[in-house]
């Protein structure tokens, strides 16, 4: 028996004994936490807080025990009573740095670690988690800095490796990321989590041995462990040709995600077709010409996994080309000001955020797919914006989706096969609204299938419709020096490959929900 099974014990027995102790309950929901019994810590915790709510030790607890469980709102408000109660609590504003970067708030957590780095909290923890805010701030030279500074304050400390995988590997460092993932996966082997993001870069590094570990772990894990377990065995099980295997742990990932997440289907559809409502000829037609001129912006859009990222690297390869990657900075603007009176506003608004990322070039390209339903809002406050609307066939996206585990809350339609169907549906019928609404010239089709079969002629039409004059390095687009956030973080690093198209197809026996959800239309 370990020091920290007979502490577990000794807490258990004083518990039995005094039930209603805030001490006792927090004493023994802690520890239970502490052995990865998270269940039975949470009403010991809860309760204890119930009790005596100013014990920012047990607030802490009990938020990092309701963040393992995916209840990350909740868990960030407990940080925030803890540091409140205690501002020099160093643990409480890491986590709660951590749940506010979680939550996409990254200049806070930022602001948060550099305090108490210049209060000389100096930690491998903290450095970690400032790299983290940094690298989601895209900040990754800073990032890398930090991430290194802290491997070696602690070479035992594994998330720190797990990150500097995922950092490397965006940077296209793809066998030091995988040795850094390898040793994170060494260090803490019951972390489901480091054998997704291994297999999801090198699934051959999983060797038999570590195999074997990640299948060992069972099904008594959180659930986030839960998903992370089922994710890497699905890549496992593609990587071995056992495709029903394959769709069982995908299948059984999505399941427990979509359990996770308070997604209203009615309510995300009907917000796409009141998009179409009111982008009526009538109504855009007076307002033409009253954005703001700059050319600078190249917005990529269309769904996640259709090829969004291949056409910004062909772009990010040319040398008057500035790469921002997926900003949700327009929906942004859109939300702080009138969007029907301040076009120009927005525009103007827009521009100058998005010249921050590449001060210097002619053209910076945006690639966030989801700006699609915002064609209409871009065209009228930036008419001589480019648009690129990247299509690729119905099923291999809804598949390629589906296989996909993402990061935040924005992708809830994605975990359920009729939810993603009838989402994709919506998707398309928008786009062809603005196929019929907006002008000649004002929105490029490119459709992957023709990328991938045609790669020269397809990138050359793409670098036209952009403006710029054809520069062939453009061709070697996996070559691009720069940072690239992505689910095709492996993928954008290799030339083209063709396997990708009718990817789905060995799949259809088990898809039939996402067939119905799109039609024989879309569905084929």
Same mark, same amino acid.
């Given at each position: 028996m370990t020091a920290l099974d007979e502490a577990l014990e000794r807490a258990l027995r004083v518990l039995k004994f005094q039930p209603d102790s805030p001490t006792a309950l927090a004493s023994a929901g802690s520890l239970l936490a502490a052995t990865g019994r998270t269940t039975e810590a949470l009403p010991l915790l809860q309760r204890s807080v119930e009790l005596d709510p100013r014990q920012p030790e047990v607030l802490n607890n009990l938020g990092a025990v309701l963040r393992a469980t995916g209840r990350l709102r909740d868990a960030r408000s407990l940080f925030e009573q803890a540091v409140a109660l205690s501002p020099g609590y160093a643990d409480a504003v890491l986590n709660l740095a951590g749940a506010r970067s979680a939550e996409g708030a990254h200049e806070a957590a930022v602001a948060d670690l550099m305090r108490l780095l210049a209060e000389g909290h100096e930690s491998a923890a903290l450095l970690d988690q400032l790299g983290v805010a940094l690298w989601k701030l895209g900040r990754y030279d800073e990032a890398l800095a930090h991430l290194r500074r802290a491997a070696e304050l602690d070479p035992t400390f594994a998330d720190t490796f797990s990150h500097l995988g995922v950092v490397l590997a965006e940077y296209g460092n793809l066998e030091e990321a995988r040795d850094a993932h390898l040793r994170a996966i060494d260090l803490a082997p019951n972390r489901p989590d480091f054998y997704r993001l291994l297999a999801k870069i090198d699934p051959d590094a999983l060797d038999a041995r570590r195999a074997a570990a990640l299948e060992a772990m069972g099904e008594n894990l959180s659930r986030v462990d839960r998903i992370e377990r089922n994710f890497a065995l699905a890549l496992l099980a593609v990587r071995d040709g056992d495709r029903a295997r394959a769709f069982a742990h995908y299948s059984a990932a999505n399941a427990e995600t979509r359990a996770m997440r308070a997604y209203d289907e009615r309510r995300t559809l009907d917000q796409i077709r009141e998009v179409e409502h009111m982008f009526t000829p009538a109504f855009m037609a007076p307002r033409r010409n009253m954005g703001d001129p700059s050319d600078v912006p190249v917005f990529v859009v269309g769904m996640p996994r259709s090829g969004t990222t291949l056409v910004e690297q062909i772009l990010?390869?040319?040398?008057?080309?500035?790469?921002?990657?997926?900003?949700?900075?327009?929906?942004?603007?859109? =939300?702080?000001?009138?969007?029907?009176?301040?076009?120009?506003?927005?525009?103007? %608004?827009?521009?100058? &955020?998005?010249?921050? $990322?590449?001060?210097?070039?002619?053209?910076?390209?945006? =690639?966030?797919?989801?700006?699609?339903q915002h064609a209409g809002f871009i065209h009228? %406050?930036?008419?001589? &914006?480019?648009?690129? $609307?990247?299509?690729?066939?119905?099923?291999?996206?809804?598949?390629?989706?589906?296989?996909?585990?993402f990061a935040g809350d924005g992708l809830s339609w994605a975990y359920d096969l009729g939810e993603l169907g009838r989402y994709y549906r919506a998707y398309a019928e928008l786009m062809e609204h603005w196929r019929r609404v907006l002008p000649p010239g004002a929105l490029l089709e490119v459709r992957y299938e023709d990328l991938v079969g045609d790669f020269e002629a397809q990138a050359r039409r793409i670098v036209a419709y952009c403006g710029l004059e054809w520069d062939a390095r453009c061709l070697e687009f996996y070559k691009a020096d720069r940072p690239v956030k992505t689910a095709s973080v492996a993928q954008v690093?290799?030339?083209l490959y063709r396997s990708s198209i009718g990817a789905s197809r060995p799949y259809l026996p088990y898809l039939a929900p996402l067939i119905e959800a799109l039609g024989p239309e879309l569905a084929g």
């Open positions: 990010a390869s040319h040398p008057d080309v500035g790469a921002a990657g997926e900003l949700e900075l327009f929906e942004q603007i859109l =939300k702080e000001r009138d969007g029907v009176r301040e076009l120009r506003d927005i525009g103007a %608004a827009y521009v100058a &955020a998005l010249r921050t $990322h590449a001060p210097g070039a002619r053209r910076i390209t945006d =690639k966030m797919p989801a700006n699609f009228l %406050a930036l008419p001589n &914006a480019r648009m690129i $609307h990247v299509r690729r066939d119905a099923l291999d996206t809804c598949w390629s989706c589906f296989t996909q585990s690093r290799r030339p």
